[in-house]
């Protein structure tokens, strides 16, 4: 097994592998693009992100055996029970383009352990059947070819082959030691484990090493391993009789405890030739589970699980684009793009005080049918707001105050809200063009916390005010008699709705996932390069788009286009998304994004 200890660290920047490497004696481990040997500089931290790397490839693995993408070379065993596995190139991922994309596992002490899991054999090992002194009478009939009939014309029979608990302590011992490394990998990969299998694992933890050692703890690591390897060779030798499970177990462990010593097998021995293709698949995948589907309105779906695609695929796009990348009778294919938008995706949760008032009409100086309006200090040295709160089927005479303090604090006239339920609709009209820029943010905020109309039109994917006033409103005499009351008119609503629309959606961004640092950018010896592998695509990206749009009457189509560049970065403390320094101008935009995070997202779509 690996020694995290003395593994090497390499950010390899001419070439995308990213693996165990074996030169001589040495293991080095590219990390990917992203990170820095700093970063990951301590046994914890080299465990940690293997760990995660490991699980990382078995989901792209499994995505593309999902979409046909696998394809699996000529592979040549030496397998005498020396502990190596070799395999002459790997497994190959096909796709559209020509460039090979190889997995390699030409040591994977973690597949020897995981492959031999077996929980029926396992299991079956430990209670076997067995001659049994007691005798079940039922079954007398089938036992009279071997009794002993006796004078008085009874019959003797001395014994049965009944299910019994047996435990054999050296064929259980090689299964007890099998399941301890078992459940320490499977600590590692965030696996549960069998109780059963658990248990036998701590038994041979408490027989054979005690309950403070583990496997992967720094401290401990090389104890443990030359513990293991004592008793594998203890076990080995006074185990009298073993048969073929004794052996996939013992085959198992070997390789494990000796794979890395075999000192003919040199390069790229566990890892992944072009890991460009899994910073796509993760990168997109994170923006599928992210960003609302109607505002994503094209995607490189290649390597993108089905299983996180299904809501994109049925949802209605707020525009259509589907089919528009091609030239000369040839798609191409950008890897995303996203109409941006100023409304967050997810409710931050604020607190807002709103207070009671009742909506007066001076005309017949009695309040109006339905009671809806509350006032609130927007920000420190704002102005104050009215807002009009209500709900459907709300009845006539019934403040919406009465209804909110069911569910919220209340404080005399006074009620504190984060967000409303979804029965509950506000309007208040906001000049955009009046409020600070560092106040915009708050106030999209607030109106999607809010239920604003104009923020449920958009969710519902209205961007015509007349059909959705039509459809969503007309029907409810609530919105047209007490939100939109004193509001001038549908025609007024329609002009601030357009104003909103415009000014929430700020431009079309066509985004390329690129595998490279910012330095890449920024070395004028690569300016040719970038040109010619990427700027061009780009530029031809953006002119189909506005092509596109030109032909069309969407109330979107004067909004700008951008490119943007995602690339690898990392830092604890860091957001998910990093503006990096200005490239071509800001004319194409580079983005870093968190590599750890979308690690971790990517993890949470693999099987159990």
Known sequence: MINFGEL???????????????????????????????????????????????????????????KGHFQTGVVTKADDRDGVVEDDTGSEITSDNDSKNIFYSKIDALGSILDAYDELKILALVSR????????????????????????????????????????????????????????????????????????????KEKYLGYEYSLFNEKYYLQVINELKDTLELIDHYTPIKDSDYWDFYEAIYKFLFGELDNSIQGKVWGFSNFNTIWESMCLSYLVKTVDPAFILYLDKQFISDKILNEWNNCNKIID????????????????????????QNKILISYQLAERGHWDKVKNQNIYYYTQFSYQAYASYHETSIKIAYLQQPGGYHTFNELKKIFPTNNSYITITSLPNKFYSYWETDYWK????????????????????????????????????????????????????????????????????????????????????????????????????????????????????????????????????????????????PLPKY????????????????????ETEEK
């Open 129 to 204: 059947l067995g001659k049994s002194e007691r005798i079940d009478y039922s079954k007398l009939h089938r036992y009279l070819n071997k009794a002993v009939f006796l004078n008085n014309n009874a019959i003797y029979i001395d014994a049965m082959t009944l299910p019994r608990k047996e435990i054999h302590f050296d064929a259980t011992d090689i299964v007890a030691m099998y399941c301890y490394i078992l459940t320490e990998i499977k600590e590692q990969l965030k696996q549960e484990v069998n109780p059963e299998i658990n248990s036998l694992a701590e038994r041979f």
């Open 321 to 344: 684009i589907s089919g528009i990348f091609r030239v000369n009778g040839t798609d191409i294919f950008p890897d995303a793009v996203i109409l941006s938008s100023l409304m967050k």
């Open 435 to 578: 409020i600070p820029n560092e106040l915009i943010h708050k106030e999209i905020q607030m109106m999607c916390n809010l239920n604003h109309i104009f923020v449920v039109a958009i969710n519902n994917r209205f961007l015509d005010f007349k059909d959705f006033y039509k459809k969503y409103l007309e029907p409810y005499e609530i919105f047209t008699t007490s939100l939109l009351r004193d509001s001038g008119g549908k025609e007024n609503i329609e002009k601030l709705f357009q104003k909103f629309i415009q000014f929430i959606w700020r431009q079309f961004n066509i985004i390329d996932i690129k595998y490279f640092t910012s330095k890449y950018y920024r070395t004028s010896d690569n300016i040719e390069e970038i040109k010619n592998r990427s700027v061009r695509k780009q530029f031809v990206y953006e002119y189909l788009l506005q092509k596109h749009l030109e032909k069309t009457n969407h109330p979107l189509k004067e909004l700008d286009i951008k490119s943007e560049f995602w690339l690898p970065a990392y830092s604890s403390k860091e957001e998910t998304f990093t």
């Open 8 to 66: 090497e660290i390499e950010v390899n920047t001419n070439y995308s592998f990213v693996g165990i490497q074996k030169e001589g004696s040495k293991l080095i481990f590219h990390i990917p693009k992203g990170f820095s040997e700093d970063d990951i500089n301590t046994f914890d931290a080299k465990r940690d992100l293997f760990f995660r790397l490991y699980r990382v490839l078995n989901v792209f693995k499994q995505i593309c055996i999902d």
């Open 584 to 603: 071509m101008d800001d004319y194409i935009k580079l983005t870093g994004v968190n590599i750890m995070t979308v690690i971790d997202s990517y993890l």
